[in-house]
């Protein structure tokens, strides 16, 4: 079963503007990840954020994190034709020592760029 | 080094035959695990390895599916008399302690 929901499901901005997608999880976490997925292909790691953070910057990305409402937000600043993909939340909520031994992963959101 | 490496990309099998998927990790990560994936869903936890050890299977993986690492580097993913229902996406990831994951591109099975 899938802890965390994305909202929304599908997004279509023009190039230049800004996206933001949201997901929500369940349980108490370790840390929550931000992956990216081009049609048919395998998912390419966008950023990490630990339980203890808030905020994060990579880039063009900007990720927060509210454990007080198990939460999150990916924000992608100016968006270009190529960041077109379905982006998934992932928690990972075990204990430090097996941080990793499982992702739950939302739905995800199709994000779509129009040139 | 590039990256996570599975084979094949793609596979058609006819229901009630057994296939094998392989995926090489990245050399240094410790950590290898598989997940699949349906159209429009997000992946969904199969196992998980830590060197050569199992650590944890999820109840998705039937006793039809069996997977193994052994000399903690390579994995092998069998499905044993294929049903319609596993036809998915099947993802390999490794990972090196508290880092992200590496995905590899997957492995496409089509169940006729």
């Known amino acids: 079963s899938q802890q965390g929901e994305e909202d929304p499901q599908a997004l279509s901005i023009q190039e230049g503007e800004n996206a933001t997608m949201n997901c929500s999880y369940k349980t108490s976490i370790n840390n929550l990840q931000w992956y990216r997925q081009n049609s048919g292909r395998g998912l390419v790691h966008l950023i990490l954020?630990?339980?203890?953070?808030r905020e994060k910057h990579s880039g063009r990305l900007r990720v927060t994190l509210d454990t007080s409402k198990k939460s999150s937000s990916l924000l992608i600043t100016a968006s270009r034709a190529a960041d077109t993909a379905s982006y998934f939340c992932a928690t990972d909520a075990g204990i430090q020592e097996t941080s990793g031994s499982r992702l739950t992963f939302g739905e995800g959101t199709q994000l779509t760029v129009n040139p | 080094d590039t990256g996570v490496s599975q084979d094949p990309r793609h596979k058609i099998t006819k229901r009630g035959q057994n296939v094998t998927f392989r995926c090489d990790p990245i050399?240094?990560?410790?950590?290898l695990y598989w997940y699949r994936q349906t159209l429009g869903q997000g992946p969904e936890f199969l196992t998980y390895?830590?060197?050569?050890?199992?650590?944890?299977k999820s109840r998705l993986l039937s006793d039809r599916f069996s997977a193994e690492r052994p000399k903690g580097s390579f994995s092998t993913l069998e499905i044993q008399r294929t049903e319609q229902g596993d036809s998915a996406m099947y993802l390999c990831?490794?990972?090196?302690?508290?880092?992200?994951?590496?995905f590899g591109s997957g492995t496409r099975l089509t169940v006729v």
């Open positions: 954020i630990r339980s203890n953070e």
């Open positions: 390895f830590q060197n050569e050890a199992q650590l944890e």
């Open positions: 050399s240094e990560h410790n950590r």
């Open positions: 990831a490794s990972s090196l302690r508290h880092e992200g994951y590496t």
